[in-house]
């Protein structure tokens, strides 16, 4: 038997809606500017260059409903996603098999410190700091895609208290949620437990500590977030 010289990390299990199992969580991978009205509002050019991802860690994945407000930020920004579960996964997939990967999905936020983002990008530097923060991306219920169907299109939207500040549908993707897990298996082995954070439609803004975000998405119901 395997033993191992420290206490051994626990795996990241995410709760799923009508089941008492949970889905362990492996890699998290995010794609930036993928609705261009966001891109847009984040001063980019919103043509179709190749799509890029950055990565949060697994256990940045927060179910619990609240969002601690993080430390070394006087700016952290709210963007809702849609969050693509993998329950298998390879490389080189082929776009006609890609949706056949997915397990389910889950309404999710890459909470961002924006002040922190914005000084790595001026130095050309890379983003962890402002995005892979503590329980950065809190989390709902995973929605088996055999309940949901694929979810292509449909209405996308955050509520910070009860005022509407992130709208949306999914079918303004600039890369499909298909393109995005075809692209990705190119470059890195794609494996059960991969989650996909699919980007933020415009809207984008601060939260402080008492405001409560709802997020809500067609087939996915609503989930709200204290942040404390
Ligand atoms: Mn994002």
Redo the contacts with the bound molecule.
Sequence with gaps: MTSYAIETPPIVGLPIAGSDALFPVRRVY???RNYAAHAIEMGHDPDREPPFFFQKNPNNLDPSGDFPYPPHSSDVHH?V?VAVMLKSGGTNIPLEEAESHIFGYALSL?M?RRDLQGAQKKMGRPWEIGKAFERSAPIGPIHPVASTGLLNAGAIALRVNGEVRQEGDLNQMIWKVPEMISYLSEYFELAPGDVI?S??PAGVGPVQRGDVMEMSADGLGSVTINVI
């Design positions: 995010c794609i930036g963007e996603e890459d961002t954070q980007g933020t």
